[in-house]
T-cell receptor
Framework: AQSVAQPEDQVNVAEGNPLTVKCTYS??????LFWYVQYPNRGLQFLLKYITGDNLVKGSYGFEAEFNKSQTSFHLKKPSALVSDSALYFC???????????FGKGTRLHILP | DTEVTQTPKHLVMGMTNKKSLKCEQHMGHRAMYWYKQKAKKPPELMFV???????INESVPSRFSPECPNSSLLNLHLHALQPEDSALYLC????????????????FGPGTRLTVL
């Protein structure tokens, strides 16, 4: 069965510093991996995805993610954090056998001014 | 038009009421989804419609009844809900549900905040 793990409930980063939000996955076939962000009382917004190709994926709002097959990881990164990046971030894996997306538990990112 | 709209934004209902949640998209997506999300938790999949046919029902109680009248609309009919059903209900859509398209991202609506008294 497919699964994703986000080991950190919360990440605190000072504004201007680089940020990383961690995600590891477990899949039986080729992984289709996604990052979504959710602001308070809002729906989820798609940030980026990895399907195949370059291991470094660039997405919205300056975010990028690095796919590492050997470590089964797909960490979300940004070189310089903004206070407005404070939100709830979900890593997700798409099940290739049906059409379900499986979400991690989420990581709350706090960017400190 | 690249958004998913949901109405109403907020809904308060009693346990004996019947109400409906609505979702609409005009992106030509043929897969549509209902999720339930409790506070500070990930979304939980409830239903998936593929080409207007119900393809996945995640063992959701029958007091939730989905309907897909056409490729742009998705409804969730609610009847005899329980207080524990209070949550944010999210609708989403994606391009396709075929196996070769399972890499398509989902577009989410803003959700309906449901409170059951």
């Amino acid at each position: 069965a497919q699964s994703v793990a986000q080991p950190e409930d919360q990440v605190n980063v000072a504004e201007g510093n680089p940020l990383t939000v961690k995600c590891t996955y477990s899949v039986s076939g080729n992984p289709y991996l996604f990052w979504y962000v959710q602001y308070p009382n809002r729906g989820l917004q798609f940030l980026l995805k990895y399907i195949t190709g370059d291991n470094l994926v660039k997405g919205s709002y300056g975010f990028e993610a690095e796919f590492n097959k050997s470590q089964t990881s797909f960490h979300l990164k940004k070189p310089s954090a903004l206070v407005s990046d404070s939100a709830l971030y979900f890593c997700a894996v798409r099940d290739s056998e049906d059409d379900k997306i499986i979400f991690g538990k989420g990581t709350r990112l706090h960017i400190l001014p | 038009d690249t958004e998913v709209t949901q109405t109403p934004k907020h809904l308060v209902m009693g346990m004996t009421n019947k109400k409906s949640l609505k979702c609409e998209q005009h992106m030509g997506h043929r897969a549509m989804y209902w999720y339930k999300q409790k506070a500070k938790k990930p979304p939980e999949l409830m239903f998936v419609y593929s080409y207007e046919k119900l393809s996945i029902n995640e063992s959701v109680p029958s007091r939730f009844s989905p309907e897909c009248p056409n490729s742009s609309l998705l409804n969730l009919h609610l009847h005899a809900l329980q207080p524990e059903d209070s949550a944010l209900y999210l609708c989403a859509s994606s391009l396709s549900t075929s196996g070769r398209s399972s890499y398509n991202e989902q577009f989410f609506g803003p959700g309906t905040r449901l409170t059951v008294l």
